[in-house]
């Protein structure tokens, strides 16, 4: 499968996230429920990356590559906690459209820090993500 599949299938997945945590976060504490989430994720991420990957490699990783990692955990921790918050006092379907401007940061920030260039079509694009999340949002 090419990356547009697993993008596609992540898009899925994501939803089904919003939605399963809605339900979830219901009657649970938002930390909590990410917690205990968080602990479901970390389970299967080493369950796949030790049955697919090569965990053997652990040690041959440098400490940039460490941090970096570290770093996103960290992003990734932070976003999940403020997204279960959302969730707990949202709709999702509310919530949802206004987690993916995501994808705008990811534009904006990819430009300075990875070096990827803003194309017109990236600018409409991101423009137009920007508009329907709004759209979502607030409109009833």
């Known amino acids: 499968m090419g990356w547009m599949s697993w993008a596609l299938l992540s898009a899925l997945f994501a939803a089904l996230t919003a939605i399963l945590a809605k339900k979830g976060v219901a009657h649970v504490e938002p930390n909590l429920a990410t917690a205990i989430r968080t602990t479901v994720v970390v389970v299967f991420a080493w369950a796949i990356a030790i049955a697919f990957g090569r965990p053997h490699?652990?040690?041959?990783?440098?400490?940039k590559t460490y941090a970096l990692l570290a770093?996103?955990?960290i992003a990734t921790g932070l976003s999940w906690i403020c997204y279960f918050r959302a969730l707990s006092l949202?709709?999702?379907?509310?919530?949802?459209?206004v987690d993916k401007l995501s994808v705008v940061f990811v534009l904006l920030l990819a430009w300075p820090l990875l070096g990827e260039q803003l194309s017109l079509g990236k600018i409409l694009g991101a423009g137009l993500i920007a508009a329907?999340?709004?759209v979502l949002a607030v409109l009833p």
């Open 71 to 73: 770093l996103s955990g």
């Open 132 to 134: 329907g999340a709004i």
């Open 90 to 97: 949202g709709q999702a379907s509310k919530v949802a459209p």
């Open 57 to 63: 490699e652990l040690g041959s990783l440098d400490r």
